[in-house]
C-alpha cells in the first residue's frame, strides 16, 4: 500500500534559520502531494500542494518540490520565524476509486526559539 | 464564511457511554473523513463517505460508527467498544475531482475526547 516517512522531530531552530523537513513517499500510480501544518490545539490547514512531477508548490516563504525520481517532497523555508512553530505533516492522495483518501506521515513538530 | 464546524472543543465521557461528536460543513463537498490523533503521532482514517447515504471503514474502525444522511452533517459515535477513546478526532471533507488525483481536504477544528 501507499505511505508516507517524514523525518522524526522535534526539530528545534533559531529564529532566522533555514528549514528542511524530509518527507519520501511510496504509491502506485501518480499520487498528488501535500504539507499541511497543525498549530497547537487546532486542525490541519493546508500548507501546499504539487500535483504532478517536478511541480514547486509555494505559500508563506515554504517550499517543496515534487521529485518522482526520488519519490520525495520535502519542505524547505530560508528564515524561519517564531511563528512558524507548529507540526508539519507530508501526505499524499489516492485515486478516486480509493475514496480519494489522504495517506499522511507521522508529523513533525518544529519549534523555532527567539 | 464556508467551513467545516466540530463541535464541542472538549468532551468528557465516563467509561461505558456512548458519546456522538459533530461534523458540519458548509463548503457542498461530497466527501467526509473522520480521523484520531494521538498524541505525538499522525492521523488515522476512522470512516469516510464520498456520498450520502454511503460510507466506508478507514483503517482503525473497530469501536467507531459513523451516519451520512444528509450532505452537510458526518457524525461520528464512539462506543463503548472502543478500547482506548482518549485522543483528538478531526473531521475533513473534500470534493473529489473527476479525472484528476487532487482532492485536498479541509479539516475542521477538532473535538479533544477525554475518557474519565
Known amino acids: 500500500g501507499n505511505s508516507v516517512t517524514q523525518m522524526e522531530g522535534p526539530v528545534t531552530l533559531s529564529e532566522e534559520a533555514f528549514l528542511t523537513i524530509n518527507c519520501t513517499y511510496t504509491?502506485?500510480?501518480?499520487?498528488?502531494l501535500f504539507w499541511y501544518v497543525q498549530y497547537p490545539g487546532e486542525g490541519l490547514q493546508l500548507l501546499l500542494k504539487?500535483?504532478?512531477?517536478?511541480d514547486k508548490g509555494s505559500n508563506k516563504g515554504f517550499e517543496a518540490t515534487y521529485r518522482k525520481e526520488t519519490t520525495s517532497f520535502h519542505l524547505e523555508k530560508g528564515s524561519v520565524q517564531v511563528s512558524d512553530s507548529a507540526v508539519y505533516f507530508c501526505?499524499?492522495?489516492?485515486?478516486?476509486?480509493?475514496?480519494?483518501?489522504?495517506?499522511f506521515g507521522g508529523g513533525t513538530r518544529v519549534l523555532v526559539k527567539p | 464564511d464556508g467551513g467545516i464546524t466540530q463541535s464541542p472543543k472538549y468532551l468528557f465521557r465516563k467509561e461505558g457511554q456512548n458519546v456522538t461528536l459533530s461534523c458540519e460543513q458548509n463548503l457542498n463537498h461530497d466527501a467526509m473523513y473522520w480521523y484520531r490523533q494521538d498524541p505525538g503521532q499522525g492521523l488515522r482514517l476512522i470512516y469516510y463517505?464520498?456520498?450520502?447515504?454511503?460510507?466506508q471503514k478507514g483503517d482503525i474502525a473497530e469501536g467507531y460508527s459513523v451516519s451520512r444522511e444528509k450532505k452537510e452533517s458526518f457524525p461520528l459515535t464512539v462506543t463503548s467498544a472502543q478500547k482506548n477513546p482518549t485522543a483528538f478526532y478531526l473531521c475533513?471533507?473534500?470534493?473529489?475531482?473527476?479525472?484528476?488525483?487532487?482532492?485536498?481536504?479541509?479539516f475542521g477544528p477538532g473535538t479533544r475526547l477525554t475518557v474519565l
Open positions: 501526505a499524499l492522495s489516492e485515486t478516486e476509486a480509493a475514496g480519494n483518501k489522504l495517506t
Open positions: 463517505s464520498q456520498i450520502v447515504n454511503d460510507f
Open positions: 504509491a502506485t500510480g501518480y499520487p498528488s
Open positions: 475533513a471533507s473534500s470534493i473529489p475531482n473527476e479525472g484528476s488525483s487532487y482532492n485536498e481536504q479541509f
Open positions: 504539487a500535483t504532478k512531477a517536478d
